[in-house]
């Protein structure tokens, strides 16, 4: 069965980076039929995209976020990275990753559990 | 971007009844439309994949259906353990976007 589990620091600074890393087990994240992605969810909203990334590194960003958003892949670890630069208040939320298959239209199909991240200074 | 509007935003049901959500596109997105439940502290469970396809091990009760702008999540029977917020997610359209969740309530 596979599953993802996120990490990294539950607070974070404004102004900071928000760093957080995505664990892949029961499967490979070398596989060339699955994009990962991270998600996320502020306080009282809805899902926001965040980002995707294939095995090769190949990135797709939401553009509300791009300029301050990087995406990676490290298949030797089956990790993959999300990396949020000037974060406001306004970053404050859940942020999970998941799995779709490479098809352009594909669905989420595996997420993992979800980790808040507070930006407070 | 493609707005996703779900409604109702809150509904409160009893056991055994029908519940019906609907999501509607601001565009035309084809059947490119999925629908999940989040539970607090759970992952997020996709229930029902492009528009209408059911996906293993979610139960008979949910399904879906509609194309175009306009999609329903119906859960015919309600049960307790299907108290959760759902989300319609359009995957036709750059960038993909979810819509803004019903949470239902079991009275």
């Known amino acids: 069965q596979l599953q993802l589990q996120e990490s990294g620091p539950g607070l974070v600074k404004p102004s900071e980076t928000l760093s957080l890393t995505c664990t892949v087990s029961?499967?490979?994240?070398?596989?060339?039929?699955?994009?990962w992605g991270w998600i996320r969810q502020a306080p009282g909203k809805g899902l926001e995209w965040i980002g995707s990334?294939?095995?090769?590194?190949?990135?797709s960003y939401n553009p509300s976020l791009k300029s301050r958003l990087t995406i990676s892949v490290d298949t030797s670890k089956n990790q993959f990275s999300l990396k949020l630069s000037s974060v406001t208040a306004a970053d404050t939320a859940v942020y999970y990753c998941?799995?779709?298959?490479?098809?352009?239209?594909?669905?989420?199909?595996?997420w993992g559990q979800g980790t808040l991240v507070t930006v407070s200074s | 971007e493609v707005v996703l509007t779900q409604s109702p935003e809150f509904q409160s049901v009893t056991p055994k009844e029908k519940v019906t959500i609907t999501c509607r596109a601001s565009q035309s997105i084809g059947n490119s439309l999925h629908w999940y439940q989040l539970k607090p502290d759970q992952s997020p469970k996709l229930l029902m994949k492009y528009a209408s396809q059911s996906i293993s091990g979610v139960p008979s009760r949910f399904s879906g259906s509609g194309s175009g702008t306009d999609f329903t999540l119906t859960i015919n029977g309600l049960e307790a353990e299907d108290a959760a917020t759902y989300y319609c997610h359009q995957t036709s359209s750059f960038p993909q976007t979810f819509g803004g969740g019903t949470k239902v309530e079991i009275k």
């Open positions: 998941a799995r779709r298959s490479t098809w352009s239209t594909a669905n989420f199909d595996y």
């Open positions: 029961g499967g490979s994240i070398g596989s060339s039929t699955y994009n």
């Open positions: 990334i294939s095995y090769s590194g190949s990135t």
